[in-house]
Structures are given as structure tokens and as C-alpha cells.
């Protein structure tokens, strides 16, 4: 089974900072990673598939990089709808696994 | 759009069984995968498998295989997890999500469910 460690575990940052969360497997999962956005009492939301590629309707201040074992999801300028729980999830083997998630929270 | 709506929340005592729904509308509902995803109070996401609805077939996770079933309806595009067995720490928001490609079981989810609160309390 595939471990992913997800760092830091919460991210104190205000609106409009850049926000880089790191999401690190245990064995390659060359390109087939994702990041989800969960916020409270609600389902999770799908922002970055392959790495690097952004969902439908996310906008362009997320970005994903990384391939391998190594990933970042990077926010440039926060905005208040993101502050949010985020979690890595990887797709190249079975199980799926996720990350434990990253909590970006108002500083 | 691609929604999926799940049933309603379930109390169940140990021991018990309990089945989810998910009916999907918005999408060709036999040319994808639905995943099942758990996560209990406070924590994490677990992956608990998948149904390919195109053809059938199933993958769990190791720890539940023994204890969970997936199936689908095709004639109501709706798809069913049943979990037998319950224990307290199957207390969990259960969530259904639907593949991100078609015709595949190698890809992310990119719509989820609702989600369906199953509580197991004696």
C-alpha cells in the first residue's frame, strides 16, 4: 500500500499569501495524483488531477506540480472560499490511498 | 450536470447491515466507475473500492472485503454499497464519486456525493 505524508499539517496564512502544501509517497505514483478541497459538513472537491492539471471550474491561482514521489499544490493568493481542508489522494496502484490533509486556516 | 444524490442518514446497532444509495443523472451512468469513500468523525478519507459499472466488476479494500458489497441498478442509474457486520468504528459520512475518465478504473473522482451519515450505536 501506498503511504502519502502531507505536510505541514495546518497552514496559518492570511487572504491573498501563497500557500504551498506537500504531499510525498512512499513509492512512485509517476503522474497519477490528485488534490481535493473539503471544506465543513461538505463533500470533497476535486482541484488538481495528474499532478497538474486543474479541475473543471478551479481557478488559476491553484497550481500542481511534481511527479514521482514529490508533489505541491500551490495557491498563489488566497482568497476566504479557500481556506479549506486539502488532501492528496494517489490512483496508480490499489489501493487507493489519501493523504492525512493539510488544514489552511485564517491566521 | 453530473450530480449524484445519496440516501438519507442511517442509525444501525452492531452487528447490523446497512445499504447506501447513490443514484447518478447528468452523465452515461454505464461508462464509468463509482468509488465509495468513507470518513469517520474528524478524520481522514478512506477508499473503500470500487464498481465498474460497464462491466461489473469490483475491487475493496482488504480490510472491509470480507463485509462490503457494491452493485448498481443500470435501469435506475443508481449504485448500492452494503456493509454488513457494522461496528462502532464503521461510524462514518459515506460518500460515493464517480470516476473523472470513462471506461477506465485508473483515474481520480471528480463528483461526489452528498454523503450518507451511518451511525452504529447500541
Known amino acids: 500500500e501506498i503511504v502519502l505524508t502531507q505536510s505541514p499539517g495546518t497552514l496559518s496564512l492570511s487572504s491573498g499569501e501563497r500557500a504551498t502544501l506537500s504531499c510525498r509517497a512512499s513509492q512512485s505514483v509517476m503522474k497519477f495524483l490528485a488534490w481535493y478541497q473539503q471544506k465543513p459538513g461538505q463533500a470533497p472537491r476535486l482541484v488538481i488531477y495528474?499532478?497538474?492539471s486543474r479541475a473543471t471550474g478551479i481557478p488559476d491561482r491553484f497550481s500542481g506540480s511534481g511527479s514521482g514521489t514529490d508533489f505541491t499544490l500551490t495557491i498563489s493568493k488566497l482568497q476566504p472560499e479557500d481556506f479549506a481542508v486539502y488532501f492528496c489522494?494517489?490512483?496508480?496502484?490499489?489501493?487507493?490511498?489519501f493523504g492525512q490533509g493539510t488544514k489552511v486556516e485564517v491566521k | 450536470q453530473v450530480q449524484l444524490v445519496q440516501s438519507g442518514a442511517e442509525v444501525r446497532e452492531p452487528g447490523a447491515s446497512v445499504r447506501v444509495s447513490c443514484k447518478a443523472s447528468?452523465?452515461?451512468?454505464?461508462?464509468?466507475?463509482i468509488t465509495w469513500v468513507r470518513q469517520a468523525p474528524g478524520q481522514g478519507l478512506e477508499w473503500m473500492g470500487w464498481?465498474?459499472?460497464?462491466?461489473?466488476?469490483?475491487n475493496y479494500a482488504q480490510k472491509l472485503q470480507d463485509r462490503v458489497t457494491m452493485t448498481t441498478d443500470t435501469s435506475t442509474s443508481t449504485a448500492y454499497m452494503e456493509m454488513r457486520s457494522l461496528r462502532a468504528d464503521d461510524t462514518a459520512v459515506y460518500y460515493c464519486?464517480?470516476?473523472?475518465?470513462?471506461?477506465?478504473?485508473?483515474?481520480?473522482?471528480?463528483?461526489w456525493g452528498q454523503g450518507t451519515l451511518v451511525t452504529v450505536s447500541s
Open positions: 464498481i465498474s459499472v460497464y462491466n461489473g466488476n469490483t
Open positions: 464519486a464517480r470516476g473523472h475518465i470513462s471506461y477506465t478504473t485508473s483515474s481520480c473522482f471528480d463528483s
Open positions: 495528474d499532478a497538474s
Open positions: 447528468g452523465y452515461s451512468f454505464t461508462t464509468y466507475v
Open positions: 489522494q494517489q490512483y496508480s496502484s490499489s489501493p487507493r490511498t
